[in-house]
């Protein structure tokens, strides 16, 4: 099974940005993807994540960023938009088989068995 992040880049503030996770390994298969990101000196932590219909974000996206996905395509994809200087991070996706992740540990890391190589996104004018 491999992830690959891709779309970052460097866009100003209130811009929009489309990340994309492509999985390869689970296409016969149903699976969970969750969106994380690291920003300089800080931890790892969860943006969204989207199961078989569910969804859900941190507090501090909700209302700019749209996690959706494309099983023809098997990619899941992050829509950025109102982007902020503190959403500047490395955005990593992680997936795990099945749809039986609780909503609530959706952002527990270790509940994820794949990770992608990341993606950097950069906000600044």
């Known amino acids: 099974v491999q992830l690959q992040a891709s779309g970052g880049g460097l866009v100003q503030p209130g811009g929009s940005l489309r990340l994309s996770c492509l999985v390869s390994?689970?296409?016969?298969?149903?699976?969970?993807v969750g969106w994380f990101r690291q920003a300089p000196g800080k931890e790892r932590e969860g943006v969204s994540y989207?199961?078989?219909?569910?969804?859900n974000y941190a507090d501090s996206v909700k209302g700019r960023f749209t996690i959706s996905r494309d099983n023809a395509k098997s990619t899941v994809y992050l829509q950025m938009n109102s982007v902020k200087p503190d959403d500047t991070a490395v955005y990593y996706c992680?997936?795990?088989?099945?749809?039986?992740?609780?909503?609530?540990?959706?952002?527990?890391?270790?509940?994820?068995?794949?990770w992608g190589q990341g993606t950097q996104v950069t906000v600044s004018s």
């Open positions: 992680a997936a795990r088989r099945g749809y039986t992740l609780i909503s609530s540990l959706w952002r527990q890391q270790e509940r994820y068995d794949y």
């Open positions: 989207i199961g078989d219909s569910r969804k």
């Open positions: 390994g689970l296409t016969s298969e149903t699976y969970t």
